[in-house]
């Protein structure tokens, strides 16, 4: 069934509208101020991959598109496991994302440029996505994550809460997706793909990978996943041997596996998925969203399932203008209204004018009267920037610098008058 599933979806006219083959790499250095760089603007950040044996060395690398303003607050994205960031260019910057971020687009470990280990344990990529915040000069940020990359963004959030502003997930649930027939076919691909000969020319390996991968669309991502390397070889943009062993033997620390040990996020979170997703099942996976999210508000308030044809495809979002347009358009309200906000607070427009409970004494005194206090929102870049200090310095010479009065004979002097 699976065969003629993919074979009414492999015509011409529903194959991907925009994949590229650039190997998307560079090096930006951030230390200089956003606001020299063009508006909407690619800085890839330079990097070879390289094989670390301590999880703590572990450096991400990807991609920054630079937003519309000048210091704005900025979004980490993380793309679907093997997908190219490149596919997600487009769609950040075609619909408006980019008037209110700065978005990073990440590579977790062992794929892309990012440097190599064998475990692909969250709890230790969430690390290395604090790592890379506090190498980029990222005091806190807005994760988000298109398949596996929304476990890491929320993976992050559980263990990081305060390096947090939100999370967004696309087509994900923090649940075990072992069992799903996507992530068996997935599974599958990998193993056959690990098997070709890549010392081989390109377009024998290309012969190989479209025997082994029914999906299109899988099949377009491994085959641009497939570099030159020297003269005659090739090798994969991911770690192949790594990834192989982690979805092969099935074990908690696999790339499909949501534990209970990464616990839970307390902050601002947006599900959003097709209606018809293969990946998240509108009418049970939407109940470990609000288990594991413990502030999320429900259906249609912070989860939303996208209306649309049933189409295998639709994972992939900015593939299908149908399904992408509304996806940005629910991503863009949660960045205007609920990113950042205290969970007490409605959205974003009571912030300073309504207060929330102290309850810091509940606990300790029985009798205690509660009173109320306006929550604090600090500046988004609060470790990196001095915005604080020079706020205090404007507060102290404006309180301690006399006014100079005005000498009689000029008091009433117009200026420019006769």
């Given amino acids: 069934s699976t065969q003629s599933?993919?074979?009414?979806?492999?015509?011409k006219e529903n194959r991907p509208m925009h994949l590229r083959r650039a190997f998307l790499t560079g090096f930006v250095n951030f230390n200089r101020r956003f606001a020299t760089r063009a508006r909407g603007s690619l800085h890839p950040l330079l990097g070879e991959p390289k094989y670390q044996s301590d999880t703590r060395r572990v450096q991400l690398r990807g991609t920054v598109l630079q937003g519309n303003y000048d210091y704005l607050p900025n979004l980490i994205f993380f793309p679907e496991a093997f997908d190219h960031l490149e596919n997600w260019v487009h769609f950040f910057r075609d619909n408006g994302i980019l008037d209110y971020r700065n978005v990073w687009l990440v590579q977790p470990r062992n794929f892309g440029s990012s440097d190599r280990h064998p475990s692909l344990d969250l709890s230790e990529i969430a690390d290395d996505v604090v790592r890379f915040m506090y190498e980029n000069h990222i005091s806190t940020a807005t994760l988000a994550g298109h398949g596996f990359g929304g476990k890491v963004a929320l993976a992050t959030g559980c263990y990081h809460y305060e390096r947090v502003s939100g999370v967004v997930n696309i087509d994900t649930a923090p649940i075990d997706h072992r069992g799903f027939d996507a992530f068996r076919e997935l599974r599958e691909y990998v193993r056959r793909l690990s098997e070709v000969?890549?010392?081989?020319?390109?377009?024998?390996?290309?012969?190989?990978?479209?025997?082994?991968?029914?999906?299109?669309?899988?099949?377009?991502?491994f085959k641009e996943s497939?570099?030159?390397?020297?003269?005659?070889?090739?090798?994969?943009?991911?770690?192949?041997?790594?990834?192989?062993?982690?979805?092969?033997?099935?074990k908690a620390d696999s790339?499909?596996?949501?534990?209970?040990?990464?616990?839970?996020?307390?902050?601002?979170?947006?599900?959003?998925?097709?209606?018809?997703?293969r990946w998240v099942n509108l009418n049970t996976n939407t109940l470990a969203m609000l288990k594991v999210c413990i502030k999320c508000r429900g259906f249609n308030r912070d989860i939303f399932a996208i209306q649309g044809e049933e189409n295998p495809l639709n994972h992939w979002v900015y593939d299908h203008d149908e399904i992408a347009v509304p996806v940005a358009k629910k991503f863009l309200q949660f960045l205007r209204h609920y990113d950042g906000v205290h969970t007490l607070l409605l959205d974003r427009s009571e912030i300073g004018n309504y207060f929330v409970p102290d309850r810091s004494n509940s606990r300790?005194?029985?009798?205690?009267?509660?009173?109320?206090?306006?929550?604090?929102?600090?500046?988004h870049n609060w470790r990196f920037s001095n915005v604080y200090e020079e706020a205090k310095k404007f507060e102290h010479h404006t309180e301690e610098t006399p006014k100079t009065p005005a000498k009689p004979a000029e008091a009433g002097k117009v200026k420019g008058g006769a």
């Fill in 5 to 11: 599933t993919w074979g009414k979806f492999n015509r």
């Fill in 197 to 221: 000969n890549l010392r081989r020319s390109r377009h024998a390996i290309e012969i190989d990978i479209a025997k082994a991968v029914e999906d299109p669309k899988w099949r377009t991502i």
């Fill in 226 to 250: 497939v570099v030159k390397v020297g003269d005659q070889n090739h090798a994969w943009r991911f770690e192949m041997d790594y990834l192989n062993h982690n979805l092969s033997f099935n």
């Fill in 255 to 277: 790339i499909g596996n949501w534990t209970e040990r990464y616990g839970l996020w307390g902050g601002r979170v947006s599900f959003i998925f097709p209606e018809y997703s």
């Fill in 364 to 379: 300790d005194k029985a009798g205690w009267v509660y009173s109320d206090y306006s929550p604090a929102h600090l500046h």
